[in-house]
Structure formats: structure tokens, C-alpha cells
């Protein structure tokens, strides 16, 4: 379920750097001569927008998960206060 909503958000991203990168925001001042040129680059500048998209988000999920286990680590009474939250006596 997560690398589906990852995946989700990482196509999302690029969707939104691909409409605010086409040229009709500049007025097609950076057109090329050549369309087919144009399209195969942003055909393969979407992929690796979600590819990089895709990492980055994956690399904040384990930065997340490290600040976690770091501050279990340190404050093991904290740790064991939160994992017996909810259990009865």
C-alpha cells in the first residue's frame, strides 16, 4: 500500500513540474525545430522526474524511520510509556 501512494505522489510531482516547465508559460520562447525532438524530452524527463521523485520520498520514509528508532534509543522509558499505550493492566 505504500509504494502504491509513493508512486501516487511521485507521478503527481511530476505531472506538476511537467505543466509548469511547457513552453506556453513562456510564451513557446524556448521551442525547438524540431516537435518530435520536444516531446521525446519530455517523455524522458517525466520518467526520471518520477523515478527521482519516487527515491527521494523512499529516502524520507527511512530518515524518518532512523529519527524514530534514535529517539526510542535514547529515552527507552518514553519508548516503553508509547508501545503500552492503550493496554489494559
Known amino acids: 500500500m505504500q ?3 509513493d508512486l ?3 507521478i503527481v510531482a511530476s505531472v506538476v513540474a511537467f505543466l509548469l516547465s511547457w ?3 513562456r510564451d513557446f520562447e524556448f521551442w525547438p525545430e524540431s516537435h518530435l525532438a520536444w516531446w521525446i524530452y519530455f517523455a524522458v524527463g ?3 522526474a518520477v523515478y527521482v521523485f519516487y527515491v527521494f520520498i523512499g529516502s524520507l520514509h527511512i530518515l524518518f524511520l ?3 528508532q534514535n529517539t526510542t534509543a535514547a529515552n ?3 519508548a516503553a510509556s508509547t508501545t503500552n499505550r492503550g ?3
Open 3 to 5: 509504494r502504491s501512494i
Open 8 to 10: 501516487t505522489l511521485s
Open 23 to 25: 513552453p506556453f508559460w
Open 46 to 48: 517525466f520518467v526520471l
Open 66 to 68: 532512523h529519527d524514530t
Open 76 to 78: 527507552p522509558a518514553d
Open 87 to 89: 493496554a489494559r493492566p
